[in-house]
């Protein structure tokens, strides 16, 4: 039996067409395959503008970085991050030079809990970071209200729920920027890569730039330069709009082969977010008969989960010792992985303190009981069986 991984990325007839396409066109920086990308992937998550960079860290760094310019923050200003994420998301406020204060999670969506947001606001706060973790969508209507109160900016972390809705409204059109990965282990992918989205227009320009060293021009020619092309703004000036840097800039960009990847895959996007959607809801089905002793992922009314992966956690009282429960289904060749545990890292016990955990029992559950396995689009019916089976024999024992 071949392991079944949680994550999965799959390269069809159609991405191949495209990367040659760039291959073939000899322009390897960004051209018009990263274009095309940026319009239709921000417009798909509600937004105007997307700038295309190097990883869902860095897509999360400019957008901390140009509202730290717009809005004057500097180190005192704290940023409220969940207390369950990759780590990547407090980091890059922490990159950033901001505070991150955490806020406690939500025991049934594993999102940041609303009602716990205000406690944690100060005169410096100045924003909020609801991470809609594992394909589910945070409640962003008690989050957008609470924001409008203590006037808070909002930065979406979408990394891992492309395309995830509520109603009709796609996650990333709630806040002033959000910023999503598609590394390859994503919904859709780049391989590498992150795009930040925002329908600011001052705030793209200034990630633009921020992603090409701070130049102070953002045409296509001066962030990616095919070496033929002049910048029209060029002549027009005595200093050379190019080799003008306006602010502390960064090399985060990524090239024409990425954004081909990323075209085909969001032409793709139906049958792989279906394929997903209909695994989990198969391996919800196989796998009630044991919620007395396991929560699974549950949609809410009006909802739209995306299952990025299949969250699971031990219920208390039910006796379930996590370690050797993972290690039969890894032994079985099933992968798991624990549910984003944060605060117990040892960087962040080092920098918060070894009991730092103890001041969010939600997270600290989660931590110690939660895992995770796959429901990706490359996993079978049978898999899913095999996955239930497993479980079974685990639980029955
Ligand atoms: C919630 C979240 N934010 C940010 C990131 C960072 O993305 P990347 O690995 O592309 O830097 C990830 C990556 O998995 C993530 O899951």
């Given amino acids: 039996m071949n392991k079944i991984g949680v994550g999965y990325a799959s390269v069809t007839e159609l991405e191949k067409k ?118 589910m969508p945070c409640d962003m209507r008690k989050i957008t209200e609470i924001a409008k109160k203590h006037n808070l900016r909002i930065v979406e972390d979408c990394a891992e729920s492309h395309f995830a809705k509520i109603g009709e409204k796609p996650i990333g059109s709630f806040s002033d920027i959000s910023a999503f990965s598609t590394y390859v282990a994503h919904t859709i992918t780049t391989g590498v890569g992150g795009i930040s989205c925002t329908n600011d227009v001052h705030l793209a320009e200034i990630m633009r730039s921020l992603v090409a060293h701070g130049r102070a021009c953002t045409c296509e020619v001066c962030v990616a330069s095919d070496g033929k092309n002049v910048c029209p703004k060029r002549m027009k000036t005595d200093l050379d709009r190019r080799f003008t840097f306006e602010r502390l800039g960064f090399s985060y960009r990524v090239g024409e082969l990425e954004g081909a990847l990323g075209l085909a895959q969001i032409e793709r996007k139906d049958e792989i977010m279906n394929a997903r959607h209909k695994n989990a809801e198969i391996l919800t089905e196989l796998l009630t008969p044991y919620e007395d002793k396991l929560q699974l992922p549950r949609e809410p009314e009006g909802v739209t989960h995306t299952y990025m992966m299949y969250p699971i956690l ?7 010792e996590r370690k050797d429960f993972i290690q039969f289904l890894e032994k079985a060749n099933i992968e798991t992985r624990p549910m984003l545990p944060l605060l117990n890292q040892p960087i962040y016990k080092k920098i918060f303190g070894e009991h730092f955990e103890d001041n969010y029992p939600v997270a600290k559950f989660i931590n110690s009981n939660g895992f995770y396995i796959g429901c990706h689009h490359g996993m079978t019916e049978e898999d899913l069986k095999y996955i239930a089976e497993n479980i079974n024999a685990y639980l029955s024992n």
């Avoid at 005192?76 to 980091?91: D, G, H, K, Q, W």
């Avoid at 031990?314 to 379930?320: G, H, L, P, Q, V």
């Fill in 314 to 320: 031990i219920k208390k009282d039910s006796c379930i």
């Fill in 18 to 135: 495209y990367v040659m396409d760039a291959l073939e066109s000899q322009r390897l920086s960004q051209g018009k395959y990263v274009a095309l990308f940026e319009k239709k992937f921000s417009a798909m998550h509600g937004n105007k503008y997307g700038v295309m960079n190097n990883s869902g860290t860095n897509a999360l760094h400019i957008a901390f970085e140009a509202l730290k310019e717009v809005d004057n923050w500097d180190e005192s200003t704290e940023v409220l991050v969940p207390a369950i994420t990759f780590i990547a998301t407090s980091n890059a406020v922490i990159h950033s030079g901001l505070k991150v204060v955490f806020v406690d999670v939500d025991p049934i969506t594993y999102n940041m809990n609303p009602n716990e947001i205000e406690k944690h606001i100060t005169r410096n706060t100045k924003c909020i970071v609801p991470v809609h973790a594992f394909g």
